[in-house]
């Protein structure tokens, strides 16, 4: 028997020692809070490394996709290897009127001024080479090395790969630019050297090599060795060439400059007032400061500099919420758990405050734990994916780097959000029952009404904010707003649900019966884990529902390019000959036909471009391409045509056999086409061209001005053509290869028609098969293109079907870590069933129950709520159409699909699955333990 006296005098501390001062309450409170935290991290693992995880993952994504940017996103500095390399400056072609640009107008473009170019002394049009890098050369003071980019077609076998190569009559002058790997540097255009990644494409790294040069002529060329040459954006060129080739073969010739002298800012300016776009090395290592940037260029770059910063924003929001979701249950679990501890200490003397910081203590240990990992994670796998990436892909992403700032914010975010998931748990601790949590019995207290008023208000006031600020367009800031209502009513209602499921769950099966009762009995830890559920949920329903409305307007809108199973290749005239020439070899069964267009091979943008115009009985191409300036257009606005202002509009030249195919044409329709009659699409849309079943094409030069307009270059010219008119029909696009007027070939041939080929049609009983159409790509090279008409393919099929399976596993493991823990706690109820006779069986039928029920209250919750922005977000998705007829977009109602396959899955696949897993986990017998009365 103890005796308690009152306390010497002498033996309390004197008034404002140590012991009485706030501060130093304060730090050794926390003190032994983070020391029993650290404690408890290696005596509950599990908890532990659960959150770890979910605090850990989001933020090493951050981090990696941080870091990945900052190292793609290569500094002027760091920029002067690709533009310039080792000379001088990059001058491009002149402009036509004076511009104003920034230290890189390759990568930031460059701004006309309202005045016209000054003359460059010496310069001509463009095709002497010499004398324009002469001019150049003497404007700039220095040496003028002329360089573009090509496309070269290499003959390999039986295959013809196309090549991008830089054409540069000096590439030893580039320095750093163009990195001679082996052998040596071309002396001769009949020499080149190749990149080592075309080495799987058949392209020989020495020897000689066949280049096609035109429709039926090669040369061969010898390889003297491999390089890397950079391109401007860092990409790699495919070959280096002394040849710039024809003025039409490849981009306009632009010059690196050589001189001693660095070029500053102020010639750069200067050489501005000439229409050039300078590129200079010294700008680059030094650029201007903002205030001496011209106002258009100051106001874009001052824009791209908030972007990293609005990512870290954006970014440390997303991470606050999701690891606060997914870690709260954790965090409320583990609180539950040590009730009996942390009232054993209460019962001791420990104050609130001191209960508190315990429960945080664990939240900033983890946390801190948790965000060091992260972030080290995430730079390491950068860094990692860096180094395939730029082995993979044959060029690098800029030197490795860090943003340190960034990084730093974004792992105290991390922590910030631990301790933001336990604040409720700590806070629940002020409303602790030391005396009956003590005797082993908890009875929560029953829902606020006041909670659950308010928060139905805000999910009313949320939903409705939400869907009218949709229709009435209002900003995004006010409809974000209205959701984040939405959501917070639905989890304030969240453990008034739990409490109404608990009371109607009485007719359940008796596994559904006590899961229900034990998640309102328990709802300090129901609730967190509801939460989480009910917000993946509802952003996946989100997402789901405004995906699948669009897919759907995007369905419906469709316009097929050619007739199911056809290919179609475009490409320049020649790589298409070659095509036709080798089909046997490449695409076996297949018949191809080619489609003309009316152009010319003049590559010059100031020169007249041949037109061929379908107008309306009485007018004249003038009139025709005055009516260019009206956007209505007028009465002589352009049928079918370079001039008609709809998109569903053109001619095209096609064999008459091919017309009758493709349009299914038969009896006397057929026999016309053959005879020499065009075919018109459009129905009433284009009868007023038509008199008498006959059209009439008009032929001239037109002239296109800078603001668009067009204006008639010498005299026109008329042809009479019998046609067959057809109505309109939904697949006119695909029958017609999306041209209105189909015209034979041998009446375009006896007309004279200017006429150029740019689509190659091909197709075969069973339909071209992707196979072919990979070698046909091949054969026209990485410049042109090859699709082969398969329907509408819904191109976010995978991204969705990736979507769904992420949260879907987030959703699973947020459950099923919730009842891990919660399974952990109810250890002693276990037993007790154990002790009465309940086997294995039927523990996991009340485990998986459990998790059952969380899930599907969670699930359900988020699929109602997720659909109201969903739905929401169909208006900006879909209240637009676009008309190919008209070209023009009209007003529409929104299309809302609600995509059930999916949210059948969410529904009851996951819970489900979710159930399996928890009922699966219990695996042994609970240790049983005498109980007293």
Known sequence: MSTLTRPDRDTLPERGSVGERPTGTFVSSWRVALRMARRDVGRYRGRSLVVLLMVGLPTALICAALTLGATQQISMSEDVQYKVGGTTALVRPPETSAIDQGPSPDSEGFSARDEAAAPIPGYGDGTDVERDAAAIGELVDGRAISWTERELAMRVGDRTPRLFALGVTDPEALGDKVELLSGRWPTSPDEILVSPTVADRGIPQSGGVEVVDGRDSTRTVEVV??????????????????????????????????????MGWQEVRRLGGYGLAVTSAAVLRDPPATSELPETIAAQQSSQ??????????????????????????????????????????????????????????????????SVLGAGLGVAGAWGLAQWISASRGWPMGPFEVPVLAVLAIAALAVLSSVIAALMPAQRLSRLDVVGVMKGQHTPPPPSRWMLVLGLVLVLLGGTGVIGGALRQLSALVIAAAAFALVLGALMVVPTILHLLARIGGRLPLPLRMATRDLARHRSRSAPTVAAILAGTAVLTMTLVATASDDEQSRREYLASALPGELVAYASPDALQAVIARAGQIAPGVTFATARTPGSQDSDPDAAQPVLELLPPGCTLEQAADATADAQGGRCASVSGSLSLTDASGLAVLPADEIVRRLDLDGDEASQVRSGAAVLLGGDRTAGAVRDGEITVTRGDVRYGDTGTAQVDGRTSATSLPVVHLPESDDDAARGLGFTLLVPDEVADDAGWPLVTGTLVGHSDDGVS???????????????????????????????????????????????????????????????????????RTRRWMAGAQTFALAVVGV???????????????????????????GTSVVASPIVVIPWLPLLVVLVVVPLLAGAIAAAGIRRAPDATRRTA
Do not use: K
Not at 235 to 245: C, H, K, Q
Not at 786 to 792: A, H, M, S, T
Not at 861 to 880: E, H
């Open 225 to 262: 060795g491999t390089v890397r040459a950079y391109t401007t954006w860092g990409g790699i060129y495919d070959a280096v060439t002394t040849d710039l080739g024809p003025a039409s073969s490849g981009s306009p010739v632009s010059w690196f400059v050589e001189r001693d002298e660095p």
């Open 305 to 370: 500099d908030g972007q990293v910063t609005d990512i870290v924003v954006i970014g440390g929001v997303l991470l606050v919420l999701v690891v606060t979701l997914l870690v709260g249950p954790a965090f409320a679990v583990g609180a539950a758990r040590q009730r009996r501890t942390l009232a054993l200490a209460a019962s001791n003397g420990a104050t609130t405050s001191q209960l508190r910081r315990s429960v945080l203590a664990q939240a900033v240990v983890l946390g801190g734990l948790s």
């Open 770 to 840: 992707q196979e072919v159409a990979d070698r046909v790509q091949t054969e026209v090279g990485d410049t042109g293109g090859v699709q082969v008409e398969r329907g509408y393919q819904n191109p976010l099929f995978l991204i969705i079907a990736i979507l769904l399976a992420i949260f879907t596993a987030v959703l699973l493991v947020v459950t099923t870590t919730s009842t891990a823990l919660s399974l952990a706690e109810q250890e002693s109820d276990q037993a007790t069933l154990a002790a009465v006779g309940a086997d294995r």
């Open 860 to 886: 359900c919750l988020g699929v109602v709520v997720g659909a109201v922005p969903g739905i929401a977000l169909t208006v900006p998705l879909t209240g637009t159409s676009f008309d190919p007829a008209q």
